[in-house]
C-alpha cells in the first residue's frame, strides 16, 4: 500500500539554525499539506499545495517559513531560523484532490527539537 | 476561521464498555466531518468520515453521528477492546481541515 514519506524522522538543532524537511506524498496526489503538531494537540495547517502552487498559507509564519513543490510531486519544508517555540512534530499529508470529501493520508512525521 | 472544541481530552473505559467522544464546530457551512485515530509515535489515520448531508454512519464498532442544527458530532466505539487505545481527533473542514485538541482514550483489559 503506498504510503506519504517523510524524512529526516528527527532533527535536533540549535536556535538560529536552518533546518529543512522533505515529503513524498503517494503518488498522483495532486493535493499535499503541511501540518505542525504541538505535543498534546491536534494538528494544524501550515500550507497546502495543489500541484505546484500554495493554495492557503494563511497560517504559515513568513518570516521564517517557506514551503515550496517545485515540480508538483515533492515538497520542502524549510524554517530559517529556528526558534525553541518551533520544537514540534512536522506531518506531510497528501490527498488526490483538495475538494471536499478526499481523505488525507498521513506521513510519519518529523519530530523537530530545537535547543 | 473554524474553531473546533474536542471533549473528554482524556477518556478511561474497561474493555468491552461504550466510549463516546464528542465535538462541536462554529462554522454552519462545514461539510466534512472525518475523525482520525492516532497511535502513540505514530502517523494519524482516518477511521471514519460523516458528510454534512447524513446524519449517522456505522462501520462495524465504530460510528459518527452529526447534529447540523446544533453544530456537533460524535464519535461511538463499542465493545472497546485494548488496541482502541490511542488518541483520537475530530476534524472539520470547510475550506480546509481544523483538528480538535485530541482525546486521548485508554481502555483496561
Given at each position: 500500500e ?8 528527527y532533527k ?33 495547517l501550515?500550507?497546502?499545495?495543489q500541484?505546484?502552487s500554495?493554495?492557503?498559507?494563511s497560517q504559515?509564519p513568513?518570516?521564517?517559513f ?14 530559517q531560523?529556528a ?5 514540534a ?20 512525521g518529523t ?5 | 476561521?473554524e ?10 473505559v ?21 475523525w482520525?485515530k492516532?497511535?502513540?509515535g ?5 477511521i ?7 446524519g449517522?454512519?456505522?462501520d462495524?464498532?465504530?460510528a459518527?453521528t452529526l447534529?447540523?442544527?446544533a453544530?456537533?458530532f460524535s ?15 475530530c ?6 481541515l481544523?483538528?480538535g ?9
Amino acid at each position: 500500500e503506498a504510503e506519504v514519506a517523510q524524512s529526516p524522522r528527527y532533527k535536533i538543532t540549535e536556535k538560529s539554525q536552518a533546518v529543512a524537511f522533505w515529503c513524498d506524498p503517494i503518488s498522483g496526489h495532486a493535493t499535499l499539506y503541511w501540518y505542525r503538531q504541538i505535543l498534546g494537540q491536534g494538528p494544524e495547517l501550515l500550507v497546502q499545495f495543489q500541484d505546484e502552487s500554495v493554495v492557503d498559507d494563511s497560517q504559515l509564519p513568513k518570516d521564517r517559513f517557506s514551503a515550496e513543490r517545485l515540480k508538483g510531486v515533492d515538497s520542502t519544508l524549510k524554517i530559517q531560523p529556528a526558534e525553541l517555540g518551533d520544537s514540534a512534530m512536522y506531518l506531510c499529508a497528501s490527498s488526490s484532490s483538495g475538494t471536499d470529501y478526499n481523505e488525507q493520508f498521513f506521513g510519519p512525521g518529523t519530530r523537530l527539537t530545537v535547543l | 476561521g473554524e474553531n473546533v472544541e474536542q471533549h473528554p481530552s482524556t477518556l478511561s473505559v474497561q474493555e468491552g464498555d461504550s466510549a463516546v467522544i464528542k465535538c462541536t464546530y462554529s462554522d454552519s457551512a462545514s461539510n466534512y466531518f472525518p475523525w482520525y485515530k492516532q497511535e502513540l509515535g505514530k502517523r494519524p489515520q482516518l477511521i471514519i468520515d460523516i458528510r454534512s448531508n447524513v446524519g449517522e454512519k456505522k462501520d462495524q464498532r465504530i460510528a459518527v453521528t452529526l447534529n447540523k442544527t446544533a453544530k456537533h458530532f460524535s464519535l461511538h466505539i463499542t465493545e472497546t477492546q485494548p488496541e482502541d487505545s490511542a488518541v483520537y481527533f475530530c476534524a472539520v473542514k470547510y475550506s480546509t481541515l481544523t483538528f480538535g485538541k485530541g482525546t486521548m482514550l485508554l481502555v483496561s483489559p
